[in-house]
């Protein structure tokens, strides 16, 4: 069966600190992987998306990052968070038209 | 450009009552169709989808939604909400051939169940 994990939980980080934040996808090769936000209240924007290791295309500028070391493992980063960073974020993979979540970080910047 | 609109940002029923909760779609093919669920500090979670076919839907939970072309949109429904219901509701669609398997979100609606 194939599982997705996100790391970690939760986190609070100080204004200009860095941050990353993982996903890792077991059972499925070569998926299709996403990064998702949600900001406090509010829908869900894709940031990102990869189709293949070491390929990322960015959807929404929110001075972030992303990369694909590995063909299961997605990671988002960023060498200086700012306040509007804090929110809900969410990987997920597709296979076909199915979509599969991840649990998803809890992110608090103050 | 394609947009989905959940016109109700939250609504309030009481535990056993029958549940509507409206989602509408604007784009000029008919896209996949989802509605997500969203618990108190938890990821989300497929009800259930729509891609051709009878547009009435069974979902989890006794969820289900009906697909209407003309009027584009894709309500979801129960018969009896149970307290447990209480959540965030996210419909979303996609669209056929897109590479990118973008999901489009709209802004939610918060289902609040009175005991």
């Known amino acids: 069966a194939q599982t997705i994990h996100q790391w970690p939980v939760a986190e609070i980080k100080a204004v200009g600190s860095p941050l990353s934040l993982g996903c890792t996808i077991k059972?499925?090769?070569?998926?299709?992987l996403y990064w998702y936000w949600q900001a406090t209240g509010g829908t869900l924007q894709q940031l990102f998306y990869s189709i293949t290791v070491g390929q990322v295309e960015s959807v929404v500028q929110l001075n972030l990052s992303a990369s694909r070391p590995k063909d299961d493992q997605f990671i988002l980063s960023t060498e200086k968070l700012l306040l509007s960073h804090s929110g809900f974020y969410l990987c997920a993979w597709t296979t076909n038209s199915d979509y599969t979540f991840g649990s998803g970080t809890r992110l608090l910047v103050i | 450009a394609q947009s989905v609109t959940q016109p109700d940002a939250r609504v309030t029923v009481s535990e056993g009552a029958s549940l509507q909760l409206r989602c509408k779609y604007s784009?000029?093919?008919?896209?996949?169709l989802f509605w997500y669920v969203q618990y108190p500090r938890q990821g989300l979670q497929l009800l259930l989808k729509?891609?051709?076919?009878?547009?009435v839907v069974q979902g989890v939970n006794g969820f289900e939604a009906e697909f209407s072309k003309s009027n584009s949109s894709f309500h979801l429904r129960k018969a009896s909400v149970h307290w447990s219901d209480s959540a965030v509701y996210f419909c979303a669609v996609s669209y056929r051939g897109s590479a990118l398997g973008r999901l489009h979100f709209g802004a939610g609606t918060q289902l609040i169940v009175i005991p």
């Open positions: 729509y891609y051709s076919g009878d547009p």
């Open positions: 784009s000029s093919v008919t896209p996949y």
């Open positions: 059972g499925k090769s070569s998926p299709n």
